[in-house]
């Protein structure tokens, strides 16, 4: 395989990892909220002690499932502006359809 199309297929895995990982952070922030609103309303509803319980544990996993998503999002995109720095030194690259998905990617993950 080319060196060309070394860089293309791993812009290609980067940039899906880092997509993915954003979406899966997005979803757990989510899950937060609402696990949140169920926990209030529990709280609220004066439930048994055991429904306020396991929410608070529901509450808690997600947190720590952010914190886990958060810490692998940001490993992904510094790989992934790393190594787009690096393709774009090459010129044969300078329009590929890969880096430009890549930079697109990049810029949504950042934000």
């Not at 791993?10 to 926990?39: C, D, M, N």
């Not at 502006?81 to 774009?88: K, M």
Request: aromatic content about 4%; glycine content about 2%.
């Amino acid at each position: 395989m080319s060196e060309v199309a070394t860089i293309r297929r791993q812009l290609k895995i980067k940039s899906g990892v880092a997509s993915r990982l954003y979406k899966e952070h997005q979803t757990y922030q989510k899950e937060e909220e609402l696990q949140q609103i169920k926990l209030d309303k529990f709280i609220a509803d004066d439930a048994e002690a055991w429904d306020i319980k396991n929410a608070r544990l529901m509450l808690e996993e997600c947190k720590k499932m952010i914190k886990d998503t958060s810490n692998r999002l940001g490993t992904a995109v510094q790989d992934l502006r790393e190594f787009l720095v690096a393709a774009r030194q090459n010129p044969d690259l300078s329009e590929a359809e890969e880096l430009l998905k890549a930079e697109e990617v990049l810029e949504l993950v950042s934000a």
